[in-house]
């Protein structure tokens, strides 16, 4: 049945000719050899906005601030429609930036016979928004009216920092109703994912000489009893998003060879499937804590995301790694998570994205964005009803 639409669709209006791909191909390409290293993203927003604006798409620039990051380079998201933001329903959306370092722009052929791109940002994110960018464009050619409809948000930041999406939450057109987000996910429409925060188990002690270690209290000892202590804590589940897991990542401690330790410090990671202060609220009341080890939250915790998916179309999955989407806070529009390309490769050197996959992103933007405006695809509520559940368990405790 879908296959069949699909080859309807192939045959009509939104057919991908030689020249469309070529233009997808294209435009990728030039996003990847514009570097954008998150923290520094302006080279590949100058190029992009320019490129919105020849294709006819009035752009807004919003200067994204932020007081750690040296005011000299010049930081901006990029909001596009075609006629006024008023009308704009859904926004297509991803992120401009990538993790460096920068890997250079390389068309191959595989063993297979596949055309296949490398490069920094080929999936992640760069080629979601050149799919995305063409399939507004063949909606745009298709069908004039449906196009101003749509809207282009593309934002940085979100390799760790998150500044870009939540600056954007002041300036989201009025009567959005759609949100959709593009991340490497197969083309699986992605109904969540966890949430991540991180707290320090500072071991405290007391110096001594290290021939008489009987005077001092070892805070490295003290902290290695703690961190063993933590296998055993019992962390919340989630029905849809599974186990919370943690895991130590950095661990420091002593200043020398011959001195008792008064100072230890390991950082955990925690990958919650529940609100963030569920977890900590359980971590807080594990007994972790003593007269020499205190627990303490450090970094901005973020929740557990919900999503939103469509009925009757693409597989559904839940994903293990985060987005910025805890930041996008409008209260009424449907959230939505598809794009193309393995997550896989992303952040790798080797990070690449197949020709076919590219295009067939397209067709399903396509599919996406037509279905929704016209009425034939329909969101799924039983997530916005997980959410609902996730807040109760929240307005319990
Ligand atoms: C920002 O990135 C560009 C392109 O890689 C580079 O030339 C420039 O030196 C970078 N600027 C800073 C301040 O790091």
Redo the contacts with the bound molecule.
């Keep these: 049945m879908r296959i069949l639409n699909i080859l309807n669709l192939l045959g009509t209006a939104y057919a991908i000719t030689e020249q469309v791909s070529q233009e997808l191909l294209d435009l990728h390409k030039n996003l990847i050899l514009n ?3 998150t923290r ?1 993203e ?2 590949a927003v100058d190029f992009l906005s320019t490129y919105l604006q020849s294709k006819g798409w009035n752009v807004e620039l919003q200067d994204v601030i932020n007081k750690d990051i ?1 005011p ?2 010049k930081r901006q998201n990029i909001f596009a429609y075609l006629n006024d933001p008023q009308d704009v329903k859904m926004i297509l959306n991803s992120h401009t930036d990538v993790v460096p370092p ?1 890997v250079d722009y390389h068309y191959t052929t595989d063993e297979q016979g596949r055309d296949v791109i490398y490069g920094r940002g080929a999936n992640d994110a760069k080629g979601q928004i050149a799919a995305q960018i063409t399939a507004a464009q063949q909606v745009r050619s298709a069908d004039p009216e449906m196009s101003k409809s749509i809207g282009l948000l593309y934002d940085l930041g979100e390799e760790g920092i998150f500044d870009g999406a939540k600056h954007a939450q002041d300036n989201l057109p009025p009567n959005l109703e759609y949100f959709i987000v593009g991340e490497p996910t197969q083309l699986e429409m992605i109904s969540g994912h966890k949430g991540n925060m991180g707290f320090e188990i500072r071991a405290k002690g007391l110096a001594a000489h290290s021939s008489s270690p009987h005077w001092g209290v070892n805070a490295i000892e003290k902290l290695s009893e703690a961190i063993l202590k933590l296998e055993s804590v019992s962390l919340p589940h989630d029905e849809l998003l599974g186990d919370t897991t943690m895991a130590v990542t950095k661990i420091s401690g002593g200043t020398a060879m011959n001195k008792v330790p008064d100072e230890a410090v390991a950082y955990v990671n925690v990958r919650t499937s529940v609100p963030t202060d569920v977890t900590w609220q359980v971590l807080t009341e594990t007994g972790l804590e003593s007269e020499w080890i205190e627990i303490v939250l450090v970094d901005e915790p973020h929740n557990p995301v919900i999503l939103d998916t469509v009925d009757n179309w693409r597989p559904v999955q839940t994903m293990p790694f985060g987005t910025d989407l805890f930041a996008w806070k409008h209260p009424t529009a449907k959230k939505m998570l598809i794009g193309c390309g393995s997550v896989s490769s992303a952040h790798k050197l080797d990070e690449h994205i197949y020709k076919d996959e590219l295009v067939e992103g397209v067709d399903v933007y396509v599919e996406l964005i037509t279905g929704l405006l016209e009425g034939t695809l329909k969101t799924s509520t039983t997530k916005q009803e997980q959410a609902e559940q996730h807040k109760h368990v929240k307005d319990e405790l």
């Design positions: 570097p954008s290293i520094n302006t080279l040296n000299d380079i920068y």
